[in-house]
């Protein structure tokens, strides 16, 4: 008799390409999952991978498995799911994670359409991503996709950064792109990072080199750079969103319009938590909005 759990094993398995990595997201030991796998080839009578030194590649037969077996052991997995939480009250915790710039701008206006209580988190992508492997929160906001066995993504948005500086400071018209640069390399600068992670891939799309730039100012927070361009202490490179709703729009100004650069957005969770209505319902809202 086939067991539930070999399927459960060979779903991750599929997933994640490596019997070691669906072990680490299963919580099992890599010798368990193996002996799950090696189960259920012996019930089917034939091999559902083909044993690689860097990855396990689904058969046919795996292939045509797999699609049978996905969407039945997802729905599976809801219902057990809506079973433990049908007594979960309306004020359940949802633990959030997000760069605090994109927060104020666009979590904190849709909190309104969240019947759970929140506990906020800010960082850098990098921060909140251990935050997410720790479980200190259930869901982030970030702009960097790391491999982590267990983490799921879902793309977001593309975020658009503008060059802006003082308004009284004025570049020179007309002029080609190296001369751009060489004007650019003249300029003080404020970053959010010493790594200058946003202005290094400017300079790789445009200039197709690395910048080198010696900041004048390390600032990390979106909002008091735009404020400290405004104070005419430099230029930086700012989103488009917090450009677009700034109300000081005579103090600074963009420069060299055709320069611009984008990161994309991910929302991110652990896959065991995906299911869980208050994610389903952050996810979706932040999708819409």
Known sequence: MVDFEWYRSFIYIYKYKSVTEA??????????MSQHLASLEAEVGELLFHRTTRKMVPTERGKELYTQLAPL???????????????????SIIRIGSA?????????????????CTISHFGTADQLI??????????????KKFQEPGIEYV?????????VGPATLNPPLGIDLESKEKWLLSQKW?????????????????????????THHIIPNLHLILKSIEMGLGISLIPTYIWSNSKNKNKAKVLFE????????????????????????????WLQS
């Open 23 to 32: 072990a680490k997201a299963r919580i099992m030991t890599q010798p368990g």
């Open 73 to 91: 052991i997802e729905s599976l997995e809801e219902t057990s799911l809506s079973l433990q939480t049908a007594t979960v009250p309306t004020n």
């Open 100 to 116: 605090i710039e994109y927060y104020d701008e666009y979590i904190l206006p849709e909190l309104t359409k969240i019947k759970s």
């Open 130 to 143: 251990e935050l997410l492997k720790e479980d200190k929160v259930e869901i982030v906001i970030t702009s």
């Open 155 to 163: 793309e977001l948005c593309d975020e658009e950064f503008v060059i």
């Open 190 to 214: 404020i970053s959010y990072g010493l790594e200058l992670p946003i202005i290094r891939r400017l300079w790789r799309e445009h200039f197709k080199k690395r910048p080198i730039i010696k």
């Open 258 to 285: 055709e320069l611009k650069v984008t990161n994309k957005l991910w929302i991110a969770y652990k896959t065991k938590n995906k299911n869980l209505p208050q994610i389903r319902f952050m996810k979706e809202t």
